[in-house]
Structures are given as C-alpha cells and as structure tokens.
C-alpha cells in the first residue's frame, strides 16, 4: 500500500524558509517519481515542482524557480521541498505526490498517489 506523509509546514514571515518533507512507502518496485503541489483557498491544485525518476531532472513552476529546491533521499525514500524567500502568495496547503511513471509537464493528474498535505502560512 502505498503511502505519502508531508510534514515541515507552518507559519513563517515574507522573507523566511521552510523546508517540506515527504516520506514515500509501499512502491514494488521501489521505483516512482515524486512532485510537490500547493492549494490555495478558491484556486486550483496546481504543480510546484517535480522530479524525474529517470534521471533528478526537475521541473518548477515559474513562479518559484530560484527560490524552491526540489531533492532526494533515494536510500531513505523521503522527498524535501527547500522553500527559501517565501512570499505571501505561495502561502497554500502543500501536496507531495507520487507515480510510477514520469510524465512532463508537473501537473496534478500525471500522478496517483498522494499525502494528506501541510499547511504553508506566509505572513507578518
């Protein structure tokens, strides 16, 4: 059975960093491909940031490259997001989520499986 868990949300000020974790389980084969994705209040789910499962390549949302670092803990099966400069708007519910496959673009209907989210509050 597969399973997702996210922790690392919370509140932080403008400016600020957070870091989100994913822990990944029940693949067999131990081989899938992970992204992360956020909900804001009265908009859409949409993709953050994915990773290949074929080679690291990731992919980020326009709005958030050179701020958020998507990486792995293969060995650990655990996903991080590095959230640094946060700002207001990337305040959301944040998703980790999972496939077997690889499918470009980062986008919510390419994946399966998926954690029961952590709340991101951006505010002074």
């Known amino acids: 059975q597969v399973q997702l868990v996210e922790s690392g949300g919370g509140l932080v000020q403008p400016g600020g960093s957070l870091r989100l974790t994913c822990a990944v389980s029940?693949?067999?084969?131990?081989?899938?491909?992970v992204g992360w994705f956020r909900q804001a209040p009265g908009k859409e789910r949409e993709g953050v940031s994915c990773?290949?499962?074929?080679?690291?390549?990731?992919d980020y949302a326009d709005s958030v490259k050179g701020r958020f670092t998507i990486s792995e803990d293969k060995a650990m099966n655990m996903v991080f997001l590095q959230m640094s400069n946060l700002k207001p708007e990337d305040a959301a519910v944040y998703y980790c989520a999972a496939d077997p496959l690889f499918l470009r673009p980062c986008e919510a209907s390419h994946y399966d499986y998926w954690g029961q989210g952590t709340q991101v509050t951006v505010s002074s």
């Open positions: 990773i290949s499962s074929i080679d690291g390549t990731p």
């Open positions: 029940g693949f067999s084969p131990n081989i899938y491909s």
